[in-house]
């Protein structure tokens, strides 16, 4: 089945790129909708109707909630789901949201307050993770290695952050420089790949760069996996997973994942997997 689908983004990078030069070999017409003119909010949706679907990516996650909240209203077909997005969006509603689903996620408490974050170090204990409740791309996120400088880092979060920014998570410090990127469409596990920090920086972020490998097949991944597409529904998702000595936990999900790394670690052929995904829903 054909169709013409709007890829939502505020730019064409190299993964947008790819998606629509794939699209007309899988009989798929897919064009660009610049996310930041779409004026979106009347009920028949004028600046995107004449698409079959729209295919969310927004580096924003923020942006990209609302975009996705906006096309459904108007009966378009949207991937990924805005439900999806907005738990993707807010970390510490993922983390419940999967927690209550029985998915293994990182240990966390939440940090609203100097007296939150001075309770949280004492039941934690350093080293720990300090991260923004709303964010993405390893941007604000904090290792704090030891008591001593602790006080002085919440400083820049009191003094810096506004309202919602001023949010925040801390947990354990469970990664030894790896974490495992799994690529979902669908239901399915496309591709996994293990990335190592690189460069003196402790964070193991594909957005940053760090080195990756393939994964071999491994049930506890898949476990977890199945976990959090059962809870969040289908759709095209970049799982982060951190090993502990218990098995696999969540770290992050992205809504609109970069897949630059992951491809090219397993030589998977992601935008096919994407475009064939785009044409069942259509379907």
Not at 5 to 10: L, M, S, Y
Request: charged share 25%.
């Amino acid at each position: 089945m054909g169709g013409k689908v709007a890829i939502v983004a505020d730019r064409i990078g190299w993964e947008e790129r790819l998606l629509i030069k794939s699209a007309p070999d899988l009989g798929l017409q897919i064009e660009w909708a610049n996310d930041e003119s779409l004026c979106l909010g009347h009920a028949d949706a004028p600046s995107i109707n004449a698409y079959d679907a729209v295919l969310i990516r927004s580096r924003s996650y923020t942006r990209g909630g609302l975009l996705a909240t906006l096309a459904e209203s108007a009966g378009m077909p949207t991937l990924n789901s805005a439900a999806a997005i907005h738990a993707c969006e807010n970390k510490l509603e993922l983390r419940t949201l999967l927690r209550d689903a029985g998915v293994p996620v990182a240990d966390f408490r939440l940090v609203l307050s100097r007296r939150d974050f001075e309770r949280a170090l004492d039941e934690l204990h350093v080293p720990v993770v300090l991260k923004p409740v709303f964010g993405g791309m390893g941007k604000r996120v904090t290792l704090i290695r030891d008591a001593d400088t602790a006080q002085s880092v919440y400083d820049y979060v009191e003094d810096l952050g506004h309202g919602f920014e001023q949010a925040a998570l801390v947990e354990p410090y469970l990664a030894d420089g790896t974490s495992v990127r799994c690529f979902v469409v669908g239901r399915e596990l496309i591709a996994a790949a293990e990335f190592e920090s690189a460069g003196g920086d402790w964070r193991s972020n594909a957005a940053l760069g760090n080195q990756s490998r393939a994964l071999a097949h491994d049930p506890d991944v898949m476990k977890v996996v199945d976990g959090v597409v059962d809870r969040l529904g289908p759709g095209i998702y970049g799982i982060d997973l951190f090993r502990t000595a218990h098995g696999p936990v969540v770290n992050e999900v992205n809504h609109a994942p970069a897949f630059r790394a992951v491809a090219t670690a397993t030589d998977a052929d992601i935008p096919a997997s994407i475009v064939r995904y785009v044409q069942e829903t259509l379907a």
